[in-house]
């Protein structure tokens, strides 16, 4: 079954690489490395029931950089063991993989059968939430969400907020459910 995963995700970076290099741009990843990470250790691959992939926000001025060692800086500081999400992007694109999937995430309560996913940004330059996310972003998030769909074809795809009508927060400052209910 592994291997079957392995073949499907370089058929999807293959395809996601070859349109973006037909658009004139350069990939952000490299599915080699992606490859070789799912190969690093039987337990980061472990399988475990998902029902929920939720997105996320940083939270964090648009206009200001916020790298992934200043948001487990951020996560430390709050008293987790590590950055909560499992997967941040960068406003480059660039995905970074931060907390094994085999791990329960600690991005919201209550999150054992739930993948957190958080994108960089979520604020205007004035602080106000809004949409932020780049091209690059855009392309990682979808890429991203197309490979765990396919693992997990039973999770909805939602955001922190649609989480719950007691969640009084913008985050991630888009409508994911409506924006990827077709993946």
Same mark, same amino acid.
């Given at each position: ?56 926000? #940083? ?39 931060c907390r094994p999937i085999s791990e329960p995430g600690a991005h919201v309560e209550? #999150?054992?059968a739930q993948h957190g996913i958080c994108y960089e940004g979520g604020l205007d ?47 991630p400052c888009f409508d994911c459910r409506k924006e990827y209910m077709d993946i």
């Amino acid at each position: 079954k592994k291997q079957l995963w392995k073949n499907i995700l370089q058929f999807i970076v293959t395809i996601a690489t070859s349109v973006i290099s037909a658009l004139g741009e350069r990939p952000v990843w490299d599915s080699n490395l992606l490859i070789i990470y799912m190969e690093k250790t039987e337990d980061n691959y472990l399988p475990r029931e998902i029902k929920l992939l939720v997105i996320h926000c #940083s939270a964090t001025r648009c206009n200001v950089p916020f790298t992934v060692e200043q948001l487990r800086q951020c996560h430390l500081q709050r008293g987790f063991k590590d950055i909560g999400y499992h997967f941040y992007i960068t406003r480059d694109g660039e995905l970074h993989h931060c907390r094994p999937i085999s791990e329960p995430g600690a991005h919201v309560e209550a #999150s054992t059968a739930q993948h957190g996913i958080c994108y960089e940004g979520g604020l205007d330059e004035n602080g106000c939430p809004a949409d932020t996310r780049t091209q690059a972003q855009r392309f990682a998030l979808l890429d991203l969400l197309t490979i765990l769909r396919h693992q997990y074809p039973e999770a909805q795809i939602l955001g922190h907020y649609q989480l719950s009508a007691s969640i009084h927060k913008a985050c991630p400052c888009f409508d994911c459910r409506k924006e990827y209910m077709d993946i």
